[in-house]
């Protein structure tokens, strides 16, 4: 007990009469045992007894006004509001705003001087602290406690901290109350006479400004127009130009129309003049000539319309074909990679061992469909040439069968090689545009495929050289149907490709 009551280790030995190390390990094993009280928990205990009282205080109150003023002139209110400490700060601020705001007359009823301690224990609140709920509890009894005839003076006393109050605590959550608190402090630190004053010399100050910046927007009017009218100039002028270029280009244009007109007729006309010179059996054959040149002219229009677009719609049905060998070795490819993983995957299981019982039921049916079918009797000589004749047969098998992959080999290289060069030939480009660079892609590799297209290069070469008069009713000739005659002339291996 000594010990917790503040004496020292000695104090506590001489009054229990024992040593100073039994002193020290008794303290240690009541420590240890929780024998010594919390501070913190001590706190905490006497701050809910406090909340109680002032509960207690403000249901009482409610009851009886006239306490309000007796509790508020209390010395001992006012000593619980010169407490340092956060929270109890807290809990007689609420206690403050809430007698206040039970009795809203007892500010003018209680002593100016209790009123002046109470505002400049807020103010100093206000000022010192940092704490948002300190800040809100003072501004709001400041604000309750206005009615008061003293706060003139208050307000007054304390004009300079308007500014340092609304940039500390501005935003902080109680914007209203605050505004409230810096218009109580600006209207009480201004007489109305020098309010009003104060009003006329800004109207002086804002009509000034005004008329300064309209007289100052007047000079530049002038200028605005001036650049106005000359955009304005400037647009109709670029506009004229480009009316004027435009009358010269049509101009430009009907005079070459005419110019092609004159010369075309002019044409015409020696033509006329030639042909009433020439005799008349030249003019047939003339005329003959011109109408075979149209004739080709226009066949080679057709057939050129026809293989484009026989082109364009195998090409989109390569396409089709294409994509469609992919998704199926794609399908493939995958299928048998399942078959593998569960080939590798499954366990091998061998054949389940026979029991003796299965075993003797099998013999007996064997010996069963031997009585039943007895074998005929076979000699040795047919044996052994009919084991001949099958291994003749095997022997021969095997050999076609070689030849059967070789073949199958050759045949699959082949399509490959036949599907790369109709792929170069369909991204080849057109004859009209083909480079020195681009002949490789008109060439084939394959003999045969080279062979057939020699063959039909010749037949068509045979077939143009045919007077016209003999392909008039042959537009729609299949190549491969006309007439092939050897024509000893190399044209090495020119495909029939482009456009």
Known sequence: MARRLGQSISKTAALVGCSRSAVVSTYQKWSKEGKVVNRDEQKASLFRNLRKVTNSICCLCRGHI????????????????????????????????????????????????????????????????????VGSAATKALVLLASSPAIKTICRKYEGSRFPLREKWTGKGFDKELGQLLELLHAASHQPGEVKRLHQAAS???????????????????????????????????????????????????????????ALREFRQRQLDLLEIVPAGLVDRFLHEQEQRAAVVIQKQWRGHRERRKFH???????????????????????QKRRNARCSLSPWKGPSGLTDERRAELK???????????????????????????????????????????????RKSLITQINSEVDLLMNAPGLKDATEQ??????????????????????????????????????FLDPEQLPKDNMNIDFETLYLGGS
């Open 313 to 335: 719609q195998q090409k989109q049905a390569m396409k089709e074909f294409k994509a469609a060998v992919t998704l199926q070795r794609a399908a493939l490819r995958f299928m």
């Open 364 to 410: 007996k049916v064997v010996e069963d469909y031997i009585a039943l079918h007895p074998s005929p009797s076979v000699l040795i000589d047919s044996c052994k040439e009919l084991h001949q004749q099958t291994q003749e047969m095997l022997r021969q098998h095997l050999m076609n069968r070689t030849l059967h992959r070789k073949a199958e080999q050759h």
């Open 204 to 262: 002086l100050i804002q009509a000034a400004w005004r008329s300064y910046k309209t007289r100052k927007r007047m000079k530049k009017l002038p200028s605005a127009v001036s650049r106005i009218q000359k955009s304005f100039r400037e647009r109709k002028k670029r506009e004229s130009l480009l009316s004027q270029r435009q009358k010269e280009a049509q101009e430009l244009r009907q005079q070459l129309q005419l110019s092609r007109q004159r």
């Open 438 to 475: 681009d002949i490789s892609k008109f060439m084939s590799r394959s003999v045969p495929v080279a062979a057939r297209a020699k063959q039909s290069h010749n037949t068509l070469l045979q077939f143009n050289r045919w007077p016209w008069w003999k392909k008039l009713g042959d537009e």
């Open 66 to 133: 006239p306490l309000i003023k007796t509790t508020l002139q209390s010395d001992h209110f006012l000593q619980l509001m010169l407490s340092e400490d956060v929270e109890s700060d807290i809990v007689v601020l609420s206690l403050l705003q809430n007698l206040l705001r039970i009795n809203s007359v007892v500010p003018m009823e209680i002593a100016e001087k209790t009123v002046e301690d109470f505002s400049d224990e807020l103010i100093l609140r206000l000022i010192s602290t940092n704490n948002p709920v």
